[in-house]
């Protein structure tokens, strides 16, 4: 057991028990636990297996893989409409956690398995970039080359954002705001 997911536990206000229930169950399949991103990681060779994620309504216990799962209890649901890789079983009480520990077990068990055989997820779709992005790549090289040189998944965020106005002028207000950010490399969400 890790100190650092120790001291997590009681720091959480909303589903202490929670973790403190799916604790044994993910330690007892062999995984390894760690804070990464502010949050008990669970690994298993050093590959990240689950997530756990505090949420106002509910724990998730987030699979990275999840998309690979076969999912025979139908309990595993996708983080949001964008989510390609990733999925989650919501928990809301601690008989939650004790209903449901066959099936992580099982499931954890079938994660290591497709991180064992080296499975991946299907590529990402082809990215469609908002007309108003794609114009202001195009007349201006520079935004462009930095554009192309962001990763896959900080070009997708950019585009979602500026795609997710209805209005023509907002997406170009986007745009326009967040293209020095581009210039500098830095994600949407950097600061």
Not at 12 to 31: F, K, Q, T, V
Not at 37 to 51: A, D, Q
Not at 64 to 86: E, T
Not at 147 to 165: H, K, Q, V
Request: with cysteine.
């Amino acid at each position: 057991m890790n100190p650092e997911v120790d001291a997590c536990i009681r720091r959480s206000e909303m589903w202490p028990e929670e973790i403190a229930g799916l604790r044994p169950i993910l330690l007892g399949r062999g995984l390894t636990e760690e804070i990464k991103w502010r949050k008990p990681c669970y690994s298993h060779e050093g590959r990240n297996i689950v997530l756990l994620q505090e949420m106002k309504a509910f724990l998730a216990l987030m699979f990275f893989k999840g998309a690979l799962l076969k999912d025979p209890a139908g309990v595993l649901q996708d983080q949001g409409p964008n989510s390609r890789s990733a999925r989650r079983i919501r928990f809301t009480s601690v008989e939650d956690v004790a209903r449901l520990a066959d099936t992580v077990e099982a499931y954890i068990e079938e994660a290591i398995a497709v991180e064992k055989a080296g499975l991946k997820v299907g590529p990402a779709p082809e990215l469609i970039l908002a007309a108003e992005l794609q114009c202001r790549l195009d007349q201006d090289p520079s935004l462009k080359a930095a554009f192309e040189a962001l990763t896959p998944g900080r070009r997708r965020e950019y585009n979602l954002y500026f795609s997710g106005a209805r209005q023509a002028k907002t997406r170009e207000a986007r745009v326009e705001r967040y293209a020095p950010k581009i210039l500098d490399g830095r994600g949407f969400r950097d600061r």
